[in-house]
């Protein structure tokens, strides 16, 4: 658990470590390059570098912080990832029903499993919900699943955005997450792609949040994402879903 530079959260929790490639978005994940050179650094909880680990040893982490904090929840996996039993979902589910000082972000690829596993338990309030939502085949398709959960906040990450998403059924989606991919292989992301999906949060009154360039500039040139920025038409996109006016 530790401070990060992910520009829509503050602190990451990882009670669960490790994943598996299951749609474009994960060609090129930064979990797994992080999660590699960890177990090359020989840090605690890697030396199984990116397999699937449980750490029931992290699960009480968040209570013992007394701020109240926005925690992005296993950054370095997918919760629901069909390896992790819904038991251990649930121990972690416990820990933030216990904290509701804190604010829990929680995304998934795996959206199939969300209206299952919660129809048979609530989705505590202080826990904000969303999916990946990559490109048209295997991104939107999940927010149909999302949409069935009774969250507080519903959110997409739109990151890495890969293509033009076309039109987006934005109806009880609070808040839309969207960036460029970063990293040695990274993908362009066409400036068109991305004003696309900010005009549809205007129309829809979600929050957007721009969160990055990445590794191609919207130029269309290559080089380091800092230098890229965050600017998307002439401006930063920093939307919250408190202060969007959205239905929470």
Known sequence: MGQTK???TEQTWNP?????????????????????????????????????????????????RKKPTLYFVCSMADLFHEDVPDDFIDRVLATIRQSPRHTYQILTKRAERLPSFFAARPVPPNVWLGVTVEDRRHGRPRIDHLRRVPARVRFLSVEPLLEDLGPLDLYG?????????????????????ALAVRDQCEAAGAAFLFKQWGAWGP???????????????????????ESSGALL
Request: charged letters at 30%; glycine letters at 12%; aromatic letters at 8%.
């Open 16 to 64: 669960v470590t490790g994943c598996t490639k299951v749609s474009a978005g994960c060609k090129h994940c930064y979990a797994e390059r992080m999660a590699l050179r960890l177990q090359a650094m020989a840090a605690p909880g890697y030396a199984r570098g990116f397999d699937l680990t449980l750490h029931a040893d992290r699960l009480g982490q968040p209570l013992e």
């Open 219 to 241: 130029d269309g040139v290559r080089r380091d994402k800092r230098a890229n920025g965050r600017l998307l038409a002439g401006r930063i996109w920093d939307e919250r879903p």
């Open 173 to 193: 989606i609070q808040w839309v997450v969207c960036g460029g991919e970063s990293g040695p292989d990274a993908r362009p992301m066409r400036p068109e792609w």
């Open 6 to 8: 992910i520009e829509w």
